[in-house]
Structures are given as C-alpha cells and as structure tokens.
C-alpha cells in the first residue's frame, strides 16, 4: 500500500511551514488540503503559501477553481488523488497539508461521496433560515451526517441537506483504505494559537485584504491594481469564509472597521476551536507540540 504522509491541525498552528520541512527531507510533493485555497484569487484571506514560502517545493491543488463556482468535496477527492498518484508515479513521497478535515478525511478513508449538483433554488430557500433550524432539518434526513458534520457551517449543512434531498436518502460512507496513511497534527496551547490568529489577521490587513476582497467583488470591467476584478456578488463573498464575509460586511457599510476587526480575531478562534474539536475524533493522528510556548 502506497505512503501518504499528513500533515493536519487548526488554522494558524504552522502547517504549510512543517510540510515544505518534511518535503525537503523526505523528497515529498505537498496536496493542500483547504477548502478555499483551491479558490484562484483567494489568496491573502487564505493564508495561501506563496512561491517564496514553498522553497521550489512543488504544491498541488491550489489555485484549481474559479471562485464563481462551488468546488465540491467529491471534485477536491477526485483531483487530490490524481496528484497523490502523480507524485508516487515520479518516486517521490505525497503530503496532504491542510485543515479542512472533511477533505482530509475523504482522501485518507477513501470516502464515497456522492456527485451532486448544486442546486440554486433549494440553496436560495436554506440560506434564509438559522443554523439551528438546518440542524434540525440534517438530522430528521440523516442522523448520522448531522454528527459528523460541523455543526456550525451553515454552508456544510446546506450542501448535506442538498445531497440527502437529491438522492433520497445519504448513502453511508463506508471507510476503506487506500493509501497508509501517517497523520501528523500540530498541537498549540490556546493562548499561543490565539495570539498568532490575532497576529496573521493584523499582518493580512496589512498585507491588502482589504483590496484583495474589493477586487474579487468588482466587475472584470474594473481594473484593481492593473488587474480586472472577479465580479462577486457581496452575497458570495459572505460565502466564502470569515475574511471574506467581514470585510466584505465592513465595505458594504455594515461593520466598522474595529468592528471587523474584533469579528475576525473572534470568528477565527471560534472557527479554530471547531478544527481542534473535529481532530481530537480521529484517534489515529500523531500530535506533535508545537515549539513555541507561553
């Protein structure tokens, strides 16, 4: 059975910079493992690793998807492996390095999932009501989806609603192996984990955030830094995570900008919380401390 080495944890805890390490010892190829980070343009407000960070270091499944439409787990499976199996084929070790779990954990159980289509109209129905409500909804349709599932992700919940109404019912996902996998997660004291999500955030604005969130919103027609924007709609924007959704809340007018601020530092720990939560189920991953302390 083929090596998979994976390298896992909450947002902010090091990853991207562990695995380029181990890639260079170990002659391996990196597959991100980021529901966003397969976004073209989504880069800042993603943490996305750049040419300088990943030291020659040959990365895969970034920047597949244009962020107009929705890329599904089961579109992530099928291209994580084409590259899994790239990598191998040139004798060289795979790394799966992210911290979308539901991602993770369909390449390492190979998880059959279902190839449904996004359906607009029933979306458009669900995003209106709360989470509790779409909770409510998973559950009475698949009481097995609804605890695994996050909780707190009405996106997640939406799309698994989406799924069990198109085919009936969910069907079970059956684990099995295809690859030996190796998971290594990175461990952080929460004090550390906070001040570093506190930090990036800060160094991100810095950085453009701002700009790079009017860009995805205004129109191609609109030049923003010599290049054209990506025309999406705020409503997207909102969609497309923490960073996206508050900026774009404070540049619609909604948020001051302490306000964003303060949103993002909370969302994200919140958000982090969830991950580490999500993780601590899988009782096969190897943690490892991470060097900075309190």
């Not at 199996?85 to 979308?100: A, E, H, R, S, V």
């Not at 709609?233 to 601020?261: F, H, I, T």
Request: positive net charge; proline residues 3%; aromatic residues 6%.
């Amino acid at each position: 059975m083929q090596k998979l080495l994976v390298i896992l944890g909450p947002t902010a805890s090091g990853k991207s910079e562990l695995a380029v390490k181990l890639a260079k010892k170990f002659n391996g190829e990196i597959i991100s493992a980021d529901s966003r980070q397969v976004y073209k343009g989504l880069d800042i407000g993603t943490g996305k690793i750049t040419k300088k960070e990943m030291r020659g270091v040959p990365h895969y499944l970034l920047n597949v998807a244009s962020p107009k439409n929705t890329f599904t787990v089961a579109q992530y499976k099928k291209q994580a492996e084409k590259a899994i199996n790239k990598i191998i084929k040139k004798g060289k070790l795979p790394i799966l390095c992210g911290g979308t779990g539901f991602y993770i954990q369909a390449v390492v159980d190979d998880i059959s999932i279902p190839e449904v289509k996004p359906n607009s109209a029933l979306r458009k129905k669900f995003e209106k009501k709360s989470i509790k409500e779409l909770a409510t909804i998973l559950k009475k349709l698949d009481s097995k989806r609804h605890k695994t599932i996050d909780i707190k992700n009405p996106r997640r919940l939406i799309r698994a609603i989406e799924i069990a109404k198109a085919l009936g019912k969910v069907p079970s996902l059956k684990k099995k192996k295809k690859f030996d996998a190796l998971q290594i997660g990175i461990k952080t004291e929460d004090k550390i984990l906070k001040q570093k999500i506190n930090k990036r955030i800060k160094q991100w604005l810095k950085q453009g955030l701002i700009q790079e969130v009017k860009k995805l919103h205004n129109p191609p027609t609109r030049l923003i830094g010599g290049r054209a924007g990506e025309g999406l709609s705020w409503k997207r924007l909102e969609s497309l995570g923490l960073e996206y959704k508050y900026v774009a809340l404070y540049l619609q007018g909604k948020l001051s900008k302490d306000e964003m601020l303060k949103k993002l530092e909370t969302e994200t720990w919140r958000y982090a919380k969830r991950q580490k939560t999500w993780f601590k189920k899988d009782k096969r991953i190897e943690w490892v401390e991470s060097k900075e302390k309190s």
